[in-house]
């Protein structure tokens, strides 16, 4: 009797034993599990990649910390919102169809976007978009990857103008082209900050005529066309009037502006430096101007790309 007592008692230790070491394991395992969610969590969250998670009706429903870096959003701004909130329009049609037909064949897919930030900034995208389909709640979801190539993009436009300015140059080619492609070489550093002008000397009216200025808005054109070389009228005005670089860092207090300043506010533009062109006899021959959108300062960087692209105004005059 006591040796089935004890034989039971035996059986029923092991048996706890067991349950016991198997509670442990799927603690263990419990553990781990969850340890791998939050390393995953806090890979996504900090990632130096933006990273975008929507439904299949494209509503946004996580976004990481780097796309608020890059999209200037916040989380509860686009938590709801559809994906097409950064669309700046700017973006070839095509590329939204290739999107769609590659993510239909159920691939991932590689592309680039123009995009606009909250604040108004155009900014490039390199993107990697994979369709998901979650077995647990039955539902699609899509996942966005994204790196900010802005820079990058900025500076192969940059390279492709200025070396299309150079074969215009080389070529012979008729002189607005040739400073409409140096123009272009200078606004695509910063596409959508930036626009320029080029204006030439004309010595016997005494006053600066309209040479290139392709981005500039028709009326703004025609008001800075024939502006006469003078200490005071406008930045460009001054710097031909002096030989020296004029930088306005806000047109509406600036006193050079203050005939000019409403019509340069009208047309969006907020500051502006102007460089004079000078050729090899040290005759200055026009003035090459760069504008921007916000009160500014150019830095050291900016300042000698600007002088490059003067001395090749210089060259192609």
């Known amino acids: 009797m006591y040796e089935i007592i004890i034989t039971i008692l035996i059986i029923l230790l092991l048996v706890s034993v067991i349950r016991n070491r198997g509670s442990k394991q799927k603690f263990k395992q419990d553990r781990e599990k969850q340890d791998f969610l939050y390393t995953i969590f806090y890979a996504t969250e900090y990632s130096p990649a933006s990273i975008i998670i929507a439904n299949e009706n494209c509503e946004i429903l996580y976004v990481n910390r780097q796309f608020v870096t890059m999209s200037g959003y916040m989380p509860d701004e686009v938590i709801g919102k559809k994906t097409n909130i950064m669309n700046s329009g700017m973006t070839n049609p095509s590329v939204y169809e290739d999107l769609w037909s590659t993510l239909d064949r159920g691939e991932t897919w590689s592309g680039e976007f ?65 400073l409409d492609a140096i123009v272009f070489s200078v606004e695509e550093k910063n596409p959508g900050r930036i626009v320029c002008s080029v204006l030439l000397v004309d010595k016997e009216k005494k006053c600066l005529t309209l040479a290139s200025a392709p981005s500039l808005p028709g009326f703004y054109k025609n008001a800075i066309h024939n502006v006469k070389i003078a200490d005071g009228a406008t930045s460009f005005g001054t710097a031909a009037y002096t030989d020296k670089r004029v930088i306005a860092e806000d047109i509406s207090v600036h006193p050079d502006w203050s005939l000019y300043k409403w019509l340069a506010l009208y047309a969006g533009l907020r500051s502006c430096w102007s460089e004079p062109v000078i050729g090899q006899n040290k005759e200055i021959l026009g003035v090459l101007s760069v504008y921007h959108r916000k009160p500014y300062v150019p830095n050291e960087e900016e300042t000698f790309s600007i002088e490059k692209s003067a001395q090749l105004v210089a060259i192609a005059i």
């Open 114 to 178: 123009i995009n606009r930030r909250k604040d108004g900034q155009l900014y490039w995208e390199k993107a990697n978009i994979s369709k998901i389909y979650n077995k647990v709640t039955d539902s699609t979801n899509y996942v966005g990857v994204k790196l900010d190539i802005t820079e990058r993009k900025a500076k192969e436009h940059h390279d492709n103008s200025y070396n299309r300015a150079l074969e215009l140059l080389s070529s012979g080619a008729p002189l607005k082209d040739i």
